[in-house]
Protein backbone atom coordinates (compact mmCIF):
# COMPACT_ATOMS: atom_id res chain seq x y z
CA UNK A 1 0.00 0.00 0.00
CA UNK A 2 1.26 3.68 -0.94
CA UNK A 3 0.00 6.99 -0.79
CA UNK A 4 1.10 9.53 -3.72
CA UNK A 5 0.36 13.02 -3.15
CA UNK A 6 0.55 15.82 -6.10
CA UNK A 7 -0.68 19.08 -6.76
CA UNK A 8 1.81 20.78 -4.73
CA UNK A 9 3.35 24.37 -6.05
CA UNK A 10 4.20 28.43 -6.51
CA UNK A 11 1.22 30.61 -5.75
CA UNK A 12 0.88 34.03 -5.04
CA UNK A 13 -0.89 34.97 -2.23
CA UNK A 14 -4.55 34.84 -2.58
CA UNK A 15 -4.52 32.16 -5.09
CA UNK A 16 -5.86 29.08 -4.98
CA UNK A 17 -4.38 25.46 -5.29
CA UNK A 18 -5.76 21.74 -5.36
CA UNK A 19 -3.96 18.57 -3.91
CA UNK A 20 -4.55 15.08 -4.85
CA UNK A 21 -3.25 11.91 -3.06
CA UNK A 22 -4.06 8.64 -4.52
CA UNK A 23 -3.69 5.34 -2.58
CA UNK A 24 -2.93 2.30 -4.08
CA UNK A 25 -2.06 -1.49 -3.45
CA UNK A 26 -3.49 -4.10 -1.72
CA UNK A 27 -6.48 -2.11 0.33
CA UNK A 28 -8.73 -3.72 1.81
CA UNK A 29 -11.03 -0.54 2.98
CA UNK A 30 -10.15 2.81 3.98
CA UNK A 31 -11.15 4.91 6.87
CA UNK A 32 -9.84 8.25 8.00
CA UNK A 33 -7.90 10.44 5.09
CA UNK A 34 -6.33 13.42 6.30
CA UNK A 35 -3.46 16.37 5.61
CA UNK A 36 -0.74 17.82 7.77
CA UNK A 37 1.65 19.99 7.05
CA UNK A 38 4.91 21.02 8.46
CA UNK A 39 6.90 24.00 7.35
CA UNK A 40 10.58 25.31 7.64
CA UNK A 41 11.97 24.91 11.06
CA UNK A 42 8.57 23.95 12.64
CA UNK A 43 6.41 20.49 13.98
CA UNK A 44 4.31 18.39 11.53
CA UNK A 45 0.31 19.95 12.27
CA UNK A 46 -3.05 18.74 11.53
CA UNK A 47 -4.70 20.84 8.60
CA UNK A 48 -8.27 18.71 7.93
CA UNK A 49 -8.95 15.24 8.00
CA UNK A 50 -12.25 13.64 7.01
CA UNK A 51 -13.51 10.31 8.02
CA UNK A 52 -14.71 7.50 5.55
CA UNK A 53 -18.56 8.72 6.09
CA UNK A 54 -17.39 12.26 4.43
CA UNK A 55 -17.08 13.70 7.94
CA UNK A 56 -14.68 17.16 8.43
CA UNK A 57 -12.51 18.98 10.72
CA UNK A 58 -10.50 21.44 10.04
CA UNK A 59 -7.57 23.24 12.14
CA UNK A 60 -8.50 26.78 12.46
CA UNK A 61 -6.08 28.67 10.52
CA UNK A 62 -7.69 27.28 7.63
CA UNK A 63 -11.30 26.69 8.36
CA UNK A 64 -13.01 29.07 5.60
CA UNK A 65 -10.48 28.82 3.40
CA UNK A 66 -9.86 25.54 2.92
CA UNK A 67 -12.18 22.27 1.99
CA UNK A 68 -11.14 18.14 2.35
CA UNK A 69 -12.97 15.50 0.30
CA UNK A 70 -12.64 12.13 -0.90
CA UNK A 71 -14.01 9.89 -3.70
CA UNK A 72 -13.71 6.48 -2.03
CA UNK A 73 -14.28 4.61 -5.55
CA UNK A 74 -10.96 6.26 -6.96
CA UNK A 75 -9.48 5.64 -3.18
CA UNK A 76 -8.13 9.07 -3.32
CA UNK A 77 -8.62 12.34 -1.22
CA UNK A 78 -8.59 16.34 -1.98
CA UNK A 79 -7.66 19.42 -0.42
CA UNK A 80 -9.08 22.16 -2.15
CA UNK A 81 -7.19 25.44 -0.72
CA UNK A 82 -8.68 28.92 -1.46
CA UNK A 83 -7.27 32.39 -0.01
CA UNK A 84 -3.48 30.83 0.35
CA UNK A 85 -1.54 32.73 2.36
CA UNK A 86 2.23 32.94 2.69
CA UNK A 87 1.96 31.45 6.05
CA UNK A 88 0.56 28.36 4.19
CA UNK A 89 3.62 27.57 2.54
CA UNK A 90 5.11 24.38 3.70
CA UNK A 91 5.30 20.18 2.57
CA UNK A 92 1.86 19.15 2.87
CA UNK A 93 1.45 15.50 3.64
CA UNK A 94 -1.18 13.09 3.10
CA UNK A 95 -2.49 9.97 5.50
CA UNK A 96 -5.09 7.30 5.54
CA UNK A 97 -6.02 4.68 7.95
CA UNK A 98 -5.86 1.52 5.52
CA UNK A 99 -7.07 -1.70 6.64
CA UNK A 100 -4.84 -3.63 4.06
CA UNK A 101 -6.25 -7.09 1.98
CA UNK A 102 -6.11 -10.19 4.55
CA UNK A 103 -5.31 -7.92 7.20
CA UNK A 104 -7.57 -7.40 10.14
CA UNK A 105 -6.78 -3.90 11.82
CA UNK A 106 -6.41 -0.59 9.94
CA UNK A 107 -2.50 0.91 9.45
CA UNK A 108 -1.95 4.66 8.98
CA UNK A 109 0.05 5.73 5.96
CA UNK A 110 1.61 8.30 4.64
CA UNK A 111 2.58 10.40 1.52
CA UNK A 112 6.02 11.52 0.34
CA UNK A 113 4.92 15.16 0.33
CA UNK A 114 4.52 17.95 -1.40
CA UNK A 115 5.85 21.27 -1.34
CA UNK A 116 3.14 24.34 -1.08
CA UNK A 117 5.14 27.63 -1.36
CA UNK A 118 2.90 30.83 -1.44
CA UNK A 119 4.25 33.81 -2.32
CA UNK A 120 3.20 37.79 -0.93
Known amino acids: VQLQASGGGLVQAGGSLRLSCVAS????????MGWYRQAPGKQRELVAT???????NYADSVKGRFAISRDNAKNTVYLQMNSLKPEDTAVYYC???????????????WGQGTLVTVSS
Open 95 to 109: NAEIVPVLLLRSKLY
Open 25 to 32: GSIGSINA
Open 50 to 56: IASRGST
